[in-house]
């Protein structure tokens, strides 16, 4: 069935490091995908998406490119802060849907 | 703006006792409004999905006589757990959708529900 699989966690990394948060997902069509950021404390906020193939969603420095030859959506970031420590979860929406389907979720802790 | 509101944000409450969860779109209108489960660990499950004015859609294997929900303004829904049991014990997130259709949604806070 439908499904999202990211790497799990977490993920520890130093202040300025490189980020990649692995995502894949099945699917028939060609959902919108997602990544959703949980900051400790509140509650999920869409950090960025891609509607297509090839699209690539981006937002505070970070980005994410829809690859359907791989069905992938990977998390990337070039220099992590500490401030960006949180839940990091992928998503796809259903077909015909505008449901979403969630990955498990990637802890991120960045040290100073 | 897109700002979603839970209210409580923790509940403990006794095993047989009813709790009610509200959530509420706080600057816009939300015709649909999603209730999500969050285990430990695990990735978000979509419970139901609320419309205003109409009978909520549960998901397979969910209990709509277990998980009431009721959509009464298009502001707020409320999910209220029956008779809960320590095993309802989790983490209740909803969600909103401040255009229909729209691929975006809006996420409330989360309630945790402990059951003793």
């Known amino acids: 069935g439908d499904s999202v699989t990211q790497m799990e966690g977490p993920v520890t990394l130093s202040e300025e490091a490189f980020l990649t948060i692995n995502c894949t997902y099945t699917a028939t069509g060609y959902p919108s995908l997602f990544w959703y950021v949980q900051y400790p404390g509140e509650g999920l906020q869409l950090l960025l998406k891609?509607?297509?193939?090839?699209d690539k969603g981006s937002n505070k420095g970070f980005e994410a490119t829809y690859r359907k030859e791989t069905t992938s959506f990977h998390l990337e970031k070039g220099s992590v802060q500490v401030s960006d420590s949180a839940v990091y979860f992928c998503?796809?929406?259903?077909?015909?849907?505008?449901?979403?389907?969630f990955g498990s979720g990637t802890r991120l802790l960045v040290r100073p | 703006g897109a700002v979603v509101s839970q209210h409580p944000s923790r509940v403990i409450c006794k095993s047989g006792t009813s709790v009610k969860i509200e959530c509420r779109s706080l600057d816009f209108q939300a015709t649909t409004m999603f209730w999500y489960r969050q285990f430990p660990k695990k990735s978000l499950m979509l419970m139901a999905t609320s419309n205003e004015g109409s009978k909520a859609t549960y998901e397979q294997g969910v209990e709509k006589d277990k998980f009431l929900i009721n959509h009464a303004s298009l502001t707020l829904s409320t999910l209220t757990v029956t008779s809960a049991h320590p095993e309802d014990s989790s983490f209740y997130i909803c969600s909103a959708l401040d255009t229909p259709g729209a691929d975006t949604q809006y996420f409330g806070p989360g309630t945790r529900l402990t059951v003793l």
């Open positions: 998503a796809r929406r259903m077909d015909s849907s505008y449901k979403l389907i």
């Open positions: 891609a509607t297509k193939a090839d």
